[in-house]
C-alpha cells in the first residue's frame, strides 16, 4: 500500500509559478514510476508528466512542455512539479500517482494508487 500526498497548490496569476509536491509513504517508493495528472470541472483527468524510478526518464503531454518540470528525490520520497508561465487553461486539481510498473504510461487507468489532490487556479 502506498498513500500520496500533494501539496503546493494555490491560487497564482497568469505567467506566474508554482511547485507542487508530493511526499510518498512506503519503502518502495523508488521502485515506481510517478505521474502526474490534471482534472479540470466537467472535464476528464489528463495525464500531465511522468518520471522513471531513477529519475533518468521523463515525459511530458504536449499542452505542458516547456513549461512544467518533474523531479523526485527518492531520498524524501517526493516527486515534485515544477510549473511555470501558467496559464488560465492549467486550472484544475492536480494529483500524482503510481505506476508500479518500470514503464512510462500516460493513461491513468494503468496508475495504482492516487493522491487525495491540491487544487491549481490560474487567474488571468
Known amino acids: 500500500q502506498v498513500q500520496l500526498v500533494e501539496s503546493g497548490g494555490g491560487l497564482v496569476q497568469a505567467g506566474g509559478s508554482l511547485r507542487l509536491s508530493c511526499a510518498a509513504s512506503?519503502?518502495?517508493?523508488?521502485?515506481?514510476?510517478m505521474g502526474w495528472f490534471r482534472q479540470a470541472p466537467g472535464k476528464e483527468r489528463e495525464f500531465v508528466a511522468a518520471?522513471?524510478?531513477?529519475?533518468?526518464?521523463?515525459y511530458y503531454a504536449d499542452s505542458v512542455k516547456g513549461r512544467v518540470t518533474i523531479s523526485r528525490d527518492n531520498a524524501k520520497n517526493t516527486v515534485y512539479l515544477q510549473m511555470n508561465s501558467l496559464k488560465p487553461e492549467d486550472t484544475a486539481v492536480y494529483y500524482c500517482?503510481?505506476?508500479?510498473?518500470?514503464?512510462?504510461?500516460?493513461?491513468?487507468?494503468?496508475?495504482?494508487?492516487w493522491g487525495q489532490g491540491t487544487q491549481v487556479t490560474v487567474s488571468s
Open positions: 512506503g519503502r518502495t517508493f523508488s521502485s515506481y514510476t
Open positions: 500517482a503510481v505506476d508500479r510498473e518500470p514503464v512510462m504510461r500516460i493513461a491513468a487507468g494503468f496508475y495504482d494508487y
Open positions: 518520471i522513471s524510478w531513477s529519475g533518468g526518464r521523463t
